[in-house]
């Protein structure tokens, strides 16, 4: 099991280019650089919500909308907590965790047992936070799912307000996916697995 659980992953296409680095066992600050102020202010949330460091810089084709951006930084951040999960000996494997936000309750549960797959249920009445259109959050937890290899249920229960419904969404899958990752003391030599692989 490596001791420092950080890992840095850069990624350069024709729309984005992301570099990022993440701590999984962080105090929970960040610094966040994306061109798109209301996902800069999901991420910060991720980052406190889950105890993990992380730094984010991104430039994206804005000018044609946020989608390109906002999943290729899911694809990156997936990478980067991959990475520094290593070979997941020790770790809890499953995580979950039930958040409240105000009128919004989400439910979300997390497998990182190398099996990507995404169920997504959220449904507000509105689906904009001025320009950002919250199902990009959506297409943020399938490219997410795939690089980080997770089996990833995302639910808001109820909820009415598309701010309160997308930031309880980030906190919850941010507690979700730092428990899955914490080192289980009881069976910390241990891969959480039966298989004997989870890579
Ligand atoms: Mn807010």
Redesign the pocket.
């Known amino acids: 099991m490596a001791n420092d659980r950080i890992a840095s992953v850069s990624r350069k296409t024709a729309e984005t280019e992301i570099s990022l680095q993440i701590n999984l066992d962080g105090p929970g600050e960040s610094s966040i650089q994306t061109g798109i102020p209301f996902f800069d202010?999901l991420l910060e949330?991720f980052a406190r919500h889950g105890l993990f460091a992380l730094k984010v810089e991104a430039k994206g084709d804005l000018s044609v909308d946020y989608h390109h951006t906002v999943e290729d930084v899911g694809l990156v951040l997936g990478e980067a907590i991959r990475k520094a999960l290593g070979d997941k000996v020790g770790i809890k494997r499953y995580g979950f965790f039930i958040l409240p936000m105000d009128e919004c309750l989400a439910r979300i549960a997390v497998d990182l047992g190398n099996r990507p797959l995404l169920v997504y249920s959220v449904e507000v009445n509105s689906s904009y936070v001025r320009d950002f259109n919250i199902l990009l959050i959506k297409e943020f937890c399938r490219a997410l799912s795939n690089s980080l290899g997770a089996n990833l249920h995302v639910n808001l229960e109820y909820g009415e307000e598309p701010?309160h419904a997308v930031?309880c969404v980030m906190k919850c899958l941010a507690r979700a996916i730092d428990h899955a990752s914490q080192i289980d003391p009881r069976a910390s030599d241990e891969l959480p697995s039966t298989k004997g692989l989870l890579t």
């Open positions: 202010h949330l701010h930031e």
